[in-house]
């Protein structure tokens, strides 16, 4: 089942630009994690954020994240070519012992230089 | 290694053939997972281990998949009489803390069925 939905599919921005990709969830989650993908590549952490957190930084990247709402955003500030990728959400459910991580289906950022 | 290692890279076989694709997770992972990533989609779980044991191999497919892990380290995803729909990018990744923690993922092994 899909538990992350991203939104929305496909984003073209300027270089310079914040972007900004959203994702909802339908259960209740232990935490929501990013990834990025460049394309033919694996997947690469970006940032985690917790049930009890509400916002988190990590340079260009900001996350937020609303239990109430199920959803969380990414936003990319100032962005730059290189930031071209597929970016994906996850969510670890709270689901006893087993511990998986529910990706979405992603967004495809494209970023003009 | 440093990383989490995949083999083969990509893969061509041809229908009703069995293949299998390696994953050598960081050392000291107690947790690995295999996803699956059709063309231009997100990724789909198959499996995922905690040392040798599967305790949750509710995204495997049909019986045609199966997966195991020795020695807490390598896994190997063998897929029996391979059929079209199972061509994929096949992603492996291993994690310290499982779904609670970061996940390293490899690089995948693209697999081609004619």
């Known amino acids: 089942s899909q538990q992350g939905e991203e939104d929305p599919q496909a984003l073209s921005i300027q270089e310079g630009e914040n972007a900004t990709m959203n994702c909802s969830y339908k259960t209740s989650i232990n935490n929501l994690q990013w990834y990025r993908q460049n394309s033919g590549r694996g997947l690469v952490h970006l940032i985690l954020?917790?049930?009890?957190?509400r916002e988190k930084h990590s340079g260009r990247l900001r996350v937020t994240l609303d239990t109430s709402k199920k959803s969380s955003s990414l936003l990319i500030t100032a962005s730059r070519a290189a930031d071209t990728a597929s970016y994906f959400c996850?969510?670890?459910?709270?689901?006893?012992?087993?511990?998986?991580?529910?990706f979405g289906k992603g967004i495809t950022l494209s970023v003009r230089p | 290694g440093a990383g989490v290692s995949q083999s083969p890279s990509n893969k061509v076989t041809e229908k009703g053939k069995d293949v299998e694709l390696r994953c050598d997770p960081i050392?000291?992972?107690?947790?690995l997972y295999w996803y699956r990533q059709s063309l231009g989609q997100g990724l789909e779980f198959l499996i995922y281990f905690q040392g040798n044991s599967a305790p949750d191999k509710s995204g495997l497919p049909s019986d045609r998949f199966s997966a195991e892990r020795t020695g807490g380290s390598v896994s190997t995803l063998t897929i029996q009489r391979t059929q079209q729909e199972d061509s994929a990018v096949y992603l492996c990744a291993s994690s310290l803390q499982g779904a609670h923690g970061e996940l390293f993922f490899g690089e995948g092994s693209r697999l081609t069925v004619l």
């Open positions: 050392s000291g992972h107690t947790a």
């Open positions: 996850a969510t670890d459910a709270r689901t006893g012992a087993n511990s998986k991580l529910t």
């Open positions: 954020i917790r049930s009890n957190e």
